[in-house]
Nanobody, 126 residues
Framework: QVQLVESGGGLVQTGGSLRLFCGASGRTFRMYAMGWFRQAPGKEREFVAALSWTTGRAYYGASMKGRFTISRDNGMNTVYLQMDSLQPEDTALYYC???????????????????WGQGTQVTVSS
């Protein structure tokens, strides 16, 4: 099992930026990818971004491309999500997740992830 702790959320005005952090511990040697998802009140959890630990390839949700950047700290089990040009519709609870199963699928769906953090709140005011 992988334990995940997110931080970096907060309140920001429209057009502003935030940087989220996620630290992983435990059985991190089993990770194939780390990802970010978000969930707004009354909505389903939505894919935001992911980074493959094996290929280094980054994946993004359609509305995040060009505004969000996922990266990792080399040698550390930490992943970052830089969020720029934030809009009120980006308001949500942001979750970090770890993919520990070699399914051969792209790490872009909830089903690919086995371990989840508690989430960090991002609120964008208009």
């Amino acid at each position: 099992q992988v334990q995940l702790v997110e931080s970096g959320g907060g309140l920001v005005q429209t057009g502003g930026s935030l940087r989220l952090f996620c630290g992983a511990s435990g059985r991190t040697f089993r990770m194939y990818a780390m990802g970010w998802f978000r969930q707004a009140p009354g909505k389903e959890r939505e894919f935001v971004a992911a980074l493959s630990w094996t290929t280094g390839r980054a994946y993004y949700g359609a509305s995040m491309k060009g505004r969000f950047t996922i990266s990792r700290d080399n040698g550390m089990n930490t992943v970052y999500l830089q969020m720029d040009s934030l809009q009120p519709e980006d308001t949500a609870l942001y979750y970090c997740a770890a993919k520990t199963r070699a399914t051969g699928n792209f790490p872009m769906t909830l089903a690919e992830y086995s371990d989840w953090g508690q989430g960090t709140q991002v609120t964008v005011s208009s």
